[in-house]
């Protein structure tokens, strides 16, 4: 199976703030990577597919790239809605697996 | 604007069965490959199994985890997917989530609200 690990865990950070939340894999994935985002007692909400395309819906604040085993998610401002754990996905081969999560935090 | 419903959740005892479903709409269901995502309480995501199109062959995989134990079918008639959940253990215990993949790329572009499934005795 491929792992998958972010980084950091968690992280606290301002309204306005620039964030980047790392997702390594355990081998390569080439471009096939997606990111998501989800609010306490929600559903996750598609973000990033592709390692870089933006989901339609997606504010142009949020951003992602990467290929092969490092991939990186960037939120460029940060708004008050932004404040929910992000996770990354691999699905260049079964079984899916998904990080562990990363939990980000108003200061 | 896809929808995505699932039902059938609820506490079960350990070795019992449940099944699960999912209304979809909002798009051809048809045509997507749909999954089966579940998350344990105060937990990260883990994918469950997937069913694509019958253009595609219909084809099925699953987790290790619950190979063997659950069963994923999709009635396109009815817009409908389903998970058959069998010999039940506590560690399965989780919100299970109906996914989209329209696009065919693997990763989950629609989320249903999930049901809660509790395994206990």
């Known amino acids: 199976d491929i792992q998958m690990t972010q980084s950091p865990s968690s992280v606290s950070a301002s309204v306005g703030d620039r964030v980047t939340i790392t997702c390594r894999a355990s081998q390569g994935i080439s471009s096939w990577l997606a990111w998501y985002q989800q609010n306490p007692g929600k559903a996750p909400k598609l973000l990033i597919y592709?390692?870089?395309s933006l989901q339609s819906g997606v504010p142009s604040r949020f951003s992602g790239s990467g290929s092969g085993t490092d991939f990186t998610l960037t939120i460029s401002s940060l708004q008050p809605e932004d404040f929910a754990t992000y996770y990354c996905?691999?699905?260049?081969?079964?079984?899916?697996?998904f990080g562990q999560g990363t939990r980000l935090e108003i200061k | 604007e896809v929808q995505l419903a699932e039902s059938g959740g609820g506490l079960v005892n350990p070795g019992g069965s449940l099944r699960l479903s999912c209304a979809a709409s909002?798009?051809?269901?048809?045509?997507?490959?749909m999954s089966w995502v579940r998350q344990a309480p105060g937990k990260g995501l883990e994918w469950v199994g997937r069913?694509?199109?019958?253009?595609?062959?219909?084809?099925?995989d699953y987790a290790p985890p619950v190979k063997g134990r659950f069963t994923i079918s999709r009635d396109d008639s009815k817009y409908t997917l389903f998970l058959q959940m069998n010999s039940l253990k506590t560690e399965d215990t989780a919100v299970y989530y109906c996914t989209t993949d329209l696009n065919h790329s693997g990763d989950f572009d629609d989320w249903g609200q999930g049901t809660l499934v509790t395994v206990s005795s």
């Open positions: 996905q691999q699905a260049n081969s079964f079984p899916l697996t």
């Open positions: 592709g390692a870089s």
């Open positions: 909002g798009f051809i269901f048809d045509n997507a490959w």
């Open positions: 069913i694509k199109s019958e253009s595609y062959g219909g084809t099925i």
